[in-house]
Nanobody
Framework: QVQLVESGGGLVQAGGSLRLSCAFS????????MGWYRQVPGKERDMVAR???????IYADSVKGRFTISRDSAKNTVDLQMNSLNAEDTAIYYC?????????????WGQGTQVTVSA
């Protein structure tokens, strides 16, 4: 089992920055990937950024060059630095961790943190 707790959301003006943090605990050694997703009401949850166990990163096209995902092993956190925010970035942001258990993927989610960007 893995537990995820997000923090750092809030209200920011367009062009501003926010840093989200996801603290993970539990059987973290089994995690193969971690990432951030976001969701707006009435729409599907979309991938924003992923950090693979290899160290590779994947970003949604809409956030490339503006968002950076990173891991702090000492603090057991995965952070998302968000710069040049715009209104389209307004959403609930969820931390995700994935592992493989007996050949099947297992997903863990945090409770979500609201990010609101005002025009």
């Amino acid at each position: 089992q893995v537990q995820l707790v997000e923090s750092g959301g809030g209200l920011v003006q367009a062009g501003g920055s926010l840093r989200l943090s996801c603290a993970f605990s539990g059987n973290a050694g089994s995690i193969s990937a971690m990432g951030w997703y976001r969701q707006v009401p009435g729409k599907e949850r979309d991938m924003v950024a992923r950090l693979l166990i290899s160290g590779s990163t994947i970003y949604a096209d809409s956030v490339k060059g503006r968002f950076t995902i990173s891991r702090d092993s000492a603090k057991n956190t995965v952070d998302l630095q968000m710069n040049s925010l715009n209104a389209e970035d307004t959403a609930i942001y969820y931390c995700h961790a994935g592992e493989w258990r007996r050949g099947a993927p297992v997903d863990y989610w945090g409770q979500g943190t609201q990010v609101t960007v005002s025009a």
